[in-house]
C-alpha cells in the first residue's frame, strides 16, 4: 500500500552544532528527560525487548490476520481521511492499540487516534528518499545519542519548543519514556538502515536520562522486514509493515516468533533429545551422500537433525574439528545419503536431495537449542555408507544411513567407562570409544565380550538434553568438562549412546500429519 507523508525538510536535522536547534530538535524527537527515575533500569537507547511488528493496511483481511495472531503491537492508520476511518469502523472487531499518523509523520495514540487531531504523540515516520535526508536523519540519531549521554539535561529539560507539535512531542516523549522512530526509506533501504541501527546500538550504555530510542523500518512485503530486521545482525527493534495481502502478515509473523525462540534459548524452545543405545553398526555399498555447506559457522556441538525416516532424527555433527590428515571445515555437516530427511525450520523437514543454495534448514546443538541458517551449497557424491541402528527406552528401532568416514560424527551424552566382563570374571574399564573429539580405533565388528553401561531401559546414561549443567554447547576446550560427546561412526560401537529427536512419522511436503504409516 501507498502511503503519501510530507517529508521532513532535511535543513531541520543536519547539523547539532546550534544550541537553539538543537533544544528545539530535542524537544520534538526526543523530549525532555524523564523524571521517573528509570534511567537505571535501561543499558541502551535500544530497547532490548522482542521485535515489533507495526500493520498498516486496507485490507480488512490482513487486519484480521494480524489481530487473530496476536503478534502485532499496533496498527497504524492515515494519514488518508479513507485510511483513518478504518480505525472506527474496526473498532467493534476487538481491542487493539491504534496510531494516528498526520500528514507530518507525526504518530499519535490515545482518545482521538484514528478519529482527528491530538492524542499522544509516540513516534514519527521519517521519510528517507535520498544522500541528504538519510544524513539528516543519522544526525538526529546521533544527536539524541549525545542528549542520553549527557551528565546534565537541566537546559534541555527548562526549554520548550515554540511549535505546539514539538511541546506535545516533548511531553509525550518525557512521559513515556519511549520514542519511536520509524525509518521509511523509498530507494537504498539495507545501508541507512544499517548506517541507523549501527548509530542507536552506539548510543546504549551510557544511562541517561531521555527516552528510549526504538528504531523501526516501514516495509511492503515480509521478505523487506526481514531485511530491515537482520540488519547489521542485530536489525531494527521492530517494522512497520505496509501490505494488503494476509500472507504477507502471516510470513512475517511466523518469522518474528521462530527467531524470537531461537533467541530466546528457553526449556519451552529446545529439543527434548532421547539418548538412544547403538546396538548395530554395519558397512554397506556406495550411495549419493550429500555435504551441506552452510553460509556461516558452526560451533562444537552443532550439527543437523538427520535420519532416514521422519519419526527419529540423529544429531550429525558438524566438520569444525581438525585433524592430521584433514583440515577444519566448521560450515560442513557430511549429512548422509539423498534419501534422508534433515530438520528445517517451523517443524518441517526436507529431503537431502531438494536442498539447494539459499534453502533455510535448522541447526542444533547438544541442549536441543536450534537456529536457522542459510544453505552455502549441496556436494552430491558417491560413497560407501555405513548403516547405525539405534534402540530407544521404549524398546523402538530406528536407523540411519551415513557416509563410512572418520569425519562423520554423531552427537551423544558423556557416558561412563562401560565394564567389558572377560571369560575369567574380571572386568575391563577400557572405553569403546573417546571422549569429546569422537576419533579412536575402536571397531564396528563387535567382540565376544559382553558389556554393560548404567542408565534408563535404552542403556544409556543420560535422557537428552539439558542434562547437564556443564558446557553442553561445546564452549569448553576440555572434553571432560563436557556434557556430551562427538564420536565417529568408525569407531561407533553397540552400547554407545547417541542423541535423537523423535518426532511424529507421517508427513506431507515435510508438514507434520496425523495419519497410518508404516516406514521400514
Known sequence: MQVNVRPRSASRAHTCSGKSWSQHILQRCCGVPSSRGRAGDRASTVAAAA???????????????????????????????????????????ARFRALRLDEQGTLSEGPAAGEGAGGQAVGEVVRVDGAESARALEARVQCLAGHRHSSSSSSVGSSNSSGSSGGSRSQAAAGGGEWALVLDASDWKVIPAENLVALAQGAGGGGGGGPVLRLLAAAGSAAEARLMLEALQGGTAGVLLRSDDPAQVR????????????????????????SAR????????????????????????????????????????????????????????????????????????????????????????????????????VKIERRPLVLVEVETRDGGRHSLMLQNAETVKLVGPQQPQPQRHTGDGSSSGSSSSSIGSGSGSG??????????????????????????????????????????????????????????????????????????????
Not at 507495526?54 to 494519514?79: C, I, M, R, Y
Request: aromatic fraction near 6%.
Open 51 to 93: 521485535k515489533e511488528i507495526w500493520l498498516q493496511t486496507n485490507s480488512k483481511a490482513a487486519f484480521q490476520v494480524g489481530l487473530e495472531s496476536g503478534a502485532v503491537a499496533a496498527h497504524v492508520f492515515g494519514p488518508e481521511p479513507a485510511q483513518l476511518r478504518l480505525a472506527a469502523a474496526w473498532s467493534g472487531l
Open 251 to 274: 510470513e512475517l509473523v511466523s518469522y518474528v516468533r521462530r527467531r524470537a525462540a531461537e533467541e530466546s534459548g528457553g526449556a519451552a524452545a529446545r529439543h527434548a533429545y532421547q
Open 278 to 377: 547403538v546396538v548395530a553398526v554395519r558397512p554397506l555399498g556406495m550411495g549419493d551422500r550429500a555435504c551441506v555447506d552452510l553460509a556461516g559457522l558452526l560451533q562444537p556441538g552443532e550439527g543437523l537433525l538427520v535420519g532416514s525416516f521422519a519419526r527419529c532424527l540423529a544429531l550429525v555433527h558438524s566438520e569444525c574439528d581438525e585433524t592430521s590428515y584433514i583440515a577444519s571445515r566448521p560450515f560442513r555437516v557430511n549429512a548422509g545419503p539423498v534419501h534422508a530427511y534433515v530438520s528445517a525450520p517451523g517443524g518441517r523437514t526436507r529431503y537431502l536431495s531438494e536442498l539447494a543454495s539459499g534453502a533455510e534448514v535448522s541447526v542444533a546443538d547438544p541442549d536441543g537449542r536450534t537456529r536457522t541458517a542459510l544453505v552455502g551449497r
Open 443 to 520: 571397531n564396528s565388528s563387535g567382540s565376544s565380550e559382553s558389556m554393560t553401561v548404567a542408565g534408563d531401559g535404552s542403556g544409556c546414561s543420560s535422557s537428552g538434553s539439558g542434562s547437564s549443567s556443564s558446557t553442553g554447547s561445546g564452549s569448553s576446550s576440555s572434553s571432560g568438562s563436557r556434557s556430551w560427546r562427538a564420536i565417529s561412526v568408525s569407531a561407533l560401537q553397540p552400547g554407545d549412546c547417541v542423541y535423537v529427536l523423535l518426532q511424529a512419522a507421517a508427513r506431507h511436503t515435510g508438514i507434520a500429519i496425523e495419519e497410518f504409516v508404516v516406514e521400514k
